[in-house]
């Protein structure tokens, strides 16, 4: 498959062939689809039923994705390398928060990967050591454990945002907005209403049209809103009528 961003997830060890393909899917959601795995469970988890099922329409992330021996070979062509470990005792790369290190990282135009660890062990010291900066996703500090596929998700999302996001795509069109002539109109049809059901007085009226007008202008009432607003006109006058034969 053609590589739509440089950008490289890698997942270490990893041994439920399921959470492969949810890291995959993951993936596709946010626009990345370079996955490389070091040394799995399963050698051939791309075609596990488990990695299938959990990938849910990324297939062809999962499909794509490499498997290798070593974190070397997986960080070939990386320029900056992000552990998701905490940092070492001793010593070791920075802890950087994801969002505030990526507004940082983007304008340098590296080719970077985002390392993860095994679901029982995490990362080894080792490969931190290997990693430019250890990420710490902020989370409640008594209860930061996330899911292998979720840590990939919500670093997926930071960078995917960083890079610039995608825009939001309507799924309803536009409701055409009922212009002054209609809203009038309507006015005019509540004004007969109501004082046929005697709620409004018109030798009293105490501004009650004004305000009406006002609440409508606030809604922005759509075309539809009007017809409705009017078929409720209506049906008062229908049953005013009703029970005075």
């Keep these: 498959m053609t590589r739509s961003d440089p950008t490289r997830f890698i997942l270490i060890g990893t041994s439920h062939a399921g959470n492969v393909g949810a890291a995959a899917r993951a993936m596709k959601v946010m626009g990345f689809d370079d996955l490389v795995l070091v040394a799995p469970r399963w050698p051939d988890v791309q075609h596990h039923a488990e990695a299938h099922a959990m990938a849910s329409g990324a297939t062809d992330v999962l499909l794509a994705a490499r498997v290798v021996a070593t974190l070397t070979e997986a960080l070939n062509g990386i320029t900056y390398a992000c552990a998701t470990a905490m940092t070492p005792r001793d ?18 135009a590296h080719r970077v990967a985002f390392v993860f660890g095994s679901e029982r062990f995490g990362m080894s010291n080792e490969d931190v050591y290997r990693c430019h900066v250890a990420l710490s996703i902020p989370t409640l500090p008594d209860y930061g454990s996330l899911n292998l596929a979720q840590a990939v998700q919500l670093l997926a999302y930071d960078w995917r945002q960083a890079l610039g996001g995608f825009t939001v795509q309507a799924r309803t069109p536009d409701a055409q907005r009922a212009d002054g002539v209609a809203v009038q ?18 030798d009293v009226p105490r501004k009650l049209m004004p305000r009406l007008q006002h609440l409508f202008n606030r809604a922005q009432l759509t075309l539809q809103e009007v017809h409705i607003l009017r078929g409720v006109a209506r049906a008062m006058d229908k049953a005013r009528f009703s029970r005075s034969r």
Aim: charged share 20%; hydrophobic share 40%.
């Design 91 to 108: 010593f070791g790369p920075p802890t950087r928060a994801p969002r505030e290190l990526f507004t940082e990282l983007v304008p340098q």
């Design 185 to 202: 109109g309507l006015l005019e049809h509540w004004q007969q209403t109501l004082i046929a059901i005697e709620f409004l007085d018109p």
